[in-house]
């Protein structure tokens, strides 16, 4: 587990161009992240997508209302608000968990059923505090392992016991 401080906008890009980083360096492992409304979920996919290969030909906005959204990058992301399905999962999100030439990014992962569940993810947790976000990381299986490995080498990366 790490934790991360954003303090900025800034602070985020860079979280994405490492993300971006890690995920050509390491593979792919699905990203599955939880927050309250507002707390930076989409634009922390923004700036993950916009940094990879094709990212400057993607649109990225919430998929609150498509539930998925795809982006033609290398590899290509699909990106996914699992809010407005708790407990059901639509079947084009459990095809991109099942694809290991897809990055699947799950926004409200908290509603993805524990049958569906990737067997390597990392987990991120947004939690908004007053001018900035705490962001805990956690690895599950070896190439979110990997994935973590290279953003704490990386990044200042806070103690667990932190905030």
């Known amino acids: 587990m790490a934790q991360i401080i954003l303090h900025n906008l800034s602070d985020t890009n860079r979280l994405g161009h490492m993300l971006a980083e890690a995920v050509a360096t390491c593979g792919i492992a699905a990203l599955l992240l939880r927050g309250p409304l507002g707390s930076g979920k989409t634009t922390l996919t923004r700036a993950l997508v916009e940094a990879m290969p094709g990212g400057d030909q993607a649109e990225v906005g919430s998929p609150s209302f498509t539930l998925c959204n795809y982006y033609p990058t290398q590899p290509p ?7 407005r399905s708790p407990g059901s999962l639509p079947d084009e999100i459990a ?69």
């Open 77 to 83: 992301v699909i990106h996914s608000d699992l809010y």
């Open 95 to 163: 095809e991109g968990l099942d694809n290991p030439q897809i990055l699947s990014v799950l926004e409200w992962s908290e509603y993805l059923p524990e049958a569906e569940m990737p067997q390597d993810y990392l987990d991120i947790s947004v939690q908004p505090c007053e001018e900035s976000r705490l962001l805990t990381l956690q690895a599950h299986g070896p190439i979110a392992t990997e994935l973590l490995r290279h953003l704490r080498r990386n990044w200042p990366v806070d103690s667990p016991d932190h905030g």
